[in-house]
């Protein structure tokens, strides 16, 4: 388990990025293979982009008063972001 202080940082950073980008876009990936997820990750790469996989919880607290925070209000269940 991660200690508060390693959390606070991880928080500190995603605000950032979020502060930073123009869009976010949200998806599940519950249901995709190893290969699909890695294909996915290597094309937002190559566009220039950032994936992560992200406790949703962490993505509200990061996003609160940005214009970003209505995409994490009803966020349930496995979800990455790519920014």
């Known amino acids: 388990?991660?200690?508060r202080s390693e959390k606070e940082k991880d928080l500190a950073f995603l605000r950032?990025?979020?502060?930073a980008v123009n869009n976010i876009f949200l998806a599940g990936f519950a249901k995709m293979t190893v290969s699909q997820d890695y294909q996915?990750?290597?094309t937002v790469k190559e566009?220039?982009?950032e994936y992560k996989v992200v406790k949703?919880?962490?993505a509200q607290i990061a996003s609160e008063g940005?214009?970003?925070a209505p995409l994490?209000?009803?966020v349930a269940g496995m979800t990455s972001i790519a920014y």
């Open 1 to 3: 388990m991660k200690k």
């Open 16 to 19: 950032g990025e979020f502060e």
């Open 40 to 42: 996915l990750r290597k």
């Open 47 to 49: 566009a220039g982009g």
């Open 56 to 58: 949703n919880n962490l």
């Open 66 to 68: 940005l214009s970003s």
């Open 72 to 74: 994490f209000d009803k």
